[in-house]
């Protein structure tokens, strides 16, 4: 396995890997109707804005996961409302016959947009990383981190910040082994920083 930058052929991986672990880091492919609006919302629109800050794990046949985000979660916020949400907004007018629950909170979240949280300016770039089970616990996020964390000091980012669900242990005793500690908790989830 290695890990390369982001190529453009890789767009389905990222909606299909968002996917296959967005139940708390568990397959939710059988939550949601419609397999693109996870996607739509935590993967897509970073590698639209940033594409420099998305690392491909590749086991030489396909993608088994990836990390990506934004240096500057103000400047995605206003990235995002020009160039992203408003068509995928026309286009989630309105709720889908095959939509569940999961669909509906995601296409809310569509609606909303991004949402920069003032408590957490101080950590301007945030992240999201995901890995399909087989290449899961083999040092790989490890890497991953360490390429994110290298081309934001190349873009001299002073601080990196994510926000992890409390129903996913494995991935804030992940986090705090890379050297994130909690900056802000909420009712669900707690938001874990890193100074650069
Ligand atoms: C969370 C995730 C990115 C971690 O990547 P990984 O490749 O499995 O982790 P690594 O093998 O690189 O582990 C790095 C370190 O974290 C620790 N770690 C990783 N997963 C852990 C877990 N579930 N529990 C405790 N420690 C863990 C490892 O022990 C290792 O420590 P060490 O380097 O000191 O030996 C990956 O498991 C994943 O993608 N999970 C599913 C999706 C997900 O939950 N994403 C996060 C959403 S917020």
Redesign the pocket.
């Known amino acids: 396995m290695t890990i390369r930058p982001f190529h453009l052929s890789d767009l389905g991986a990222l909606y299909d890997i968002c996917l296959r672990?967005g139940n708390?880091?568990?397959d939710a492919r059988k939550l949601y109707g419609d397999s693109e609006i996870l996607g739509h919302y935590f993967a897509a629109p970073y590698v639209a804005f940033e594409p420099e800050l998305c690392f491909i794990l590749d086991n030489h046949t396909r993608p088994l996961?990836y990390i990506l985000g934004t240096s500057d979660s103000r400047r995605y916020l206003h990235w995002t409302e020009q160039h992203w949400f408003p068509l995928l907004r026309q286009r989630y007018a309105r709720e889908r016959e095959n939509f569940t629950q999961k669909d509906r909170y995601l296409r809310e979240l569509i609606l909303r947009g991004y949402v920069f949280k003032e408590e957490l300016a101080e950590y301007p770039a945030h992240l999201?990383?995901?890995?399909?089970?087989e290449?899961?616990?083999?040092?790989?996020?490890?890497?991953?981190?360490e390429a994110f964390m290298a081309a934001l000091r190349k873009k001299n980012t002073p601080a990196l910040h994510?926000?992890?669900?409390l129903s996913?242990?494995?991935?804030i005793?992940?986090?705090r082994?890379?050297g994130f500690s909690t900056i802000a908790e909420y009712e669900k989830s707690l938001a874990l920083g890193i100074k650069l």
Not at 135 to 145: D, F
Not at 168 to 171: E, L, Q, V
Request: charged share 20%; hydrophobic share 35%.
């Open positions: 672990t708390s880091g568990k996961g999201h990383i995901d890995i399909l089970p290449g899961q616990g083999r040092g790989m996020g490890r890497k991953l981190m994510l926000e992890v669900g996913n242990p494995g991935a005793a992940f986090y082994r890379m």
